[in-house]
């Protein structure tokens, strides 16, 4: 069998991430320096048209500069600079790019035609997008932790899937205290190309992976969702907490993602459908995650 559509994103062997920076508390010198604390065995580029070296690296002010072959950009730039971007990686034969910048769809109508620009380029050269709005990626067993968050995750059996990234880090936060490991994590964000199926699809034939927890706002393809769901809950313990169960909520998800959940009573249906445990507290997900993560402790 060959190589799952996200591979690359989870094991690139060269990455190249757009906006980094050595200016303090941006999130492209968060992101550059996560990457570079990590273990990630393959070359690291900087790309950024206004240094000419970051981390001690030499800088690059675009892919064509660059001249060597990169399998994933995780781009930190300003979202009128994403169709420019996107079409570089195209031309540059990338597989998979996570979008960490905002000003998209939850922007207005002038965001919106961005992302789809963007999002027609990406899909136009096969391009696999993460985001944007998200937190980005964590893969441990690769040395990748693609995100700017001040928390890493250490290594374990449990993946998380989230389209918050406050929850990721809330749990990954959590997590670090609490000895639980992860052996992914996903923010989702906006999630305009790469959504819960494609992850869910991912994750159901990983060897590294033992049991999913799901944070769940909003779904654009319910269809996709529920037919990866299921094949995952067969395999593995799937968790699931789900957000706008009142008003409210619906509300809140809306403004961050752009997609409602609908109906609380069809999700909880489905889910028990599927054989997915339902979290009805962030706290459930959290005692959940100990419970599952506590089988694998030697």
Known sequence: MGQHYLSRLFAPRAIAVFGASDRPDTVGTMVF??????????PLYPVNPQ????????????LASLGKP???????TPAAT????????????????????AGFR????????????????????????????????IRPSSGINATFSLTPARPGKLALVSQ???????????????????????????????????????????GETEAILLYVEGLHSARGFMSALRAA????????????????????????TGALVGSDEAFDAALSRSGVVRAMTIGQMFSAARTLSSRYRS
Not at 51 to 62: A, F, L, S, W
Not at 82 to 101: F, T, W, Y
Request: proline content about 3%; charged content about 20%; hydrophobic content about 40%.
């Open 33 to 42: 320096q996560n990457l570079q604390r990590g273990e990630f065995t393959g």
């Open 51 to 62: 240094r000419t070296e970051v981390g001690g690296v030499t800088c690059y002010p675009d």
């Open 70 to 76: 990169v399998d994933l950009a995780v781009i930190a």
């Open 82 to 101: 994403l169709p420019d971007i996107m079409q570089q990686c195209g031309e540059h034969g990338v597989s998979a790019a996570i979008v960490l910048s």
């Open 106 to 137: 939850e922007s207005g109508e002038r965001g919106a035609r961005l992302e789809q620009q963007m999002l027609d380029i990406a899909r136009q050269h096969g391009i696999h997008l993460v985001g944007p709005n998200c937190l980005g990626v």
């Open 164 to 206: 918050s990234g406050a929850i990721c880090t809330a749990i990954l936060d959590w997590a670090a205290s609490n000895r639980v490991g992860f052996s992914t994590v996903v923010s989702l964000g906006a999630a305009a190309d790469v959504d819960f199926g494609d992850v869910l699809d991912y994750l159901a034939g990983d």
């Open 233 to 256: 809950a067969r395999l593995k313990p799937v968790i699931a907490l789900k957000v706008g169960r009142h008003e409210t909520g619906s509300r809140a998800a809306t403004s961050h």
